[in-house]
């Protein structure tokens, strides 16, 4: 097979390759911890800038490498959106019918009645572009505010179920321990990342720092990963306890902090919480 590429052609297939990749690992949530929407917003203005490229250069093939990346930034905008507002099969239908039909569209009026927009007004609008990116991560930026509030209880009381099996020695038994409400006082939708929590046990026969297993409820996965502007989400903070077998009543003691070193007379279970979001 004979691929017949200059350098300059196959330098700007690299380019291209670089750039698609780049856009991906933007939308990660790796880098640049801006909301979802003003992602998804800079996404589509990175392909209005790349048409408005392809439709104003006409020097080499750099047109046609900025229309290909004009359409590499809207399939990743597209496929961004899609995925992270959990869009249902109508949804997904409607807006590829849609994306269908624009690209239709602007095929046929670059072959047909394709415009011809002069250096001076392509500078001004690529110019304009700029700004808005600016402006939106500005105030992205500047109403940022997703915060994670944990409340645990004092203490829980816990019982073995009457159905346990009886030649168990110790029986794990779920409890609520507490509440975590996220809050996102910006106007922008924002991804959710629930704090790193973790436990342990003291004072109990069943030996001193035990790790405790704590998970929420609902899980992650039983609920879109994303919070919108001015929204309210609480979630129940769960612990699976080991209680030891024919347990009538067990209160157990709970508290913040990170010390399972310390002795305790009484049951006590120590829940370690994270600052920031971490799951």
């Known amino acids: 097979m004979d ?6 052609t196959l330098l700007y297939v690299l380019g291209i390759g670089f750039a698609l990749a780049a856009l991906a690992y933007f939308v990660r949530d790796v880098v640049f911890a801006l909301s979802i929407t003003v992602k ?47 869009l249902d099969a109508t949804g997904i239908f409607l807006v590829l019918a849609a994306s269908a039909v624009l690209f239709i569209g602007l095929g046929y009026v670059m072959r047909q009645h394709r415009p011809d ?5 392509g500078t001004i609008l690529a110019v304009a572009f700029v700004r808005l990116a600016v402006l939106l991560v500005g105030a992205d930026v500047a109403t940022a505010g997703v915060s994670y509030d944990t409340e645990v209880e004092e203490s829980i009381t816990v019982s073995v179920p009457a159905d346990s099996q009886p030649d168990r020695a ?32 003291a004072g109990m026969d069943v030996g001193a720092q035990t790790d405790v297993h704590l ?34 009543t067990l209160n157990v003691t709970v508290e913040r902090g990170t010390d399972c070193e310390m002795s305790r007379d ?14």
């Open 170 to 201: 110790v029986v794990p038994v779920e409890t609520t321990i507490g509440t975590v409400t996220v809050n996102n006082d910006g106007p922008f939708t924002r991804p959710v990342s629930l704090p790193a929590v973790s436990g342990c046990l």
């Open 3 to 8: 691929l017949d590429l200059d350098g300059g």
């Open 40 to 86: 998804a917003a800079l996404l589509f203005v990175a392909f209005l800038g790349f048409l408005l490229g392809g439709v104003t250069m006409d020097r080499d093939i750099l047109d046609r490498v900025s229309l290909v990346l004009a359409g590499a930034a809207y399939v990743v905008f597209l496929v961004y959106v899609v995925t992270r507002y959990g």
């Open 215 to 248: 998970d929420y409820r609902p899980r992650s996965y039983d609920r879109p990963d994303y919070i919108a502007g001015g929204e309210t989400q609480s979630y129940t903070l769960v612990a699976q306890l080991p209680v030891p077998n024919e347990t009538e």
């Open 266 to 279: 009484e049951p006590t279970l120590i829940v370690d919480v994270s600052e920031t979001g971490g799951r």
């Open 117 to 121: 927009i002069r250096a001076r007004t």
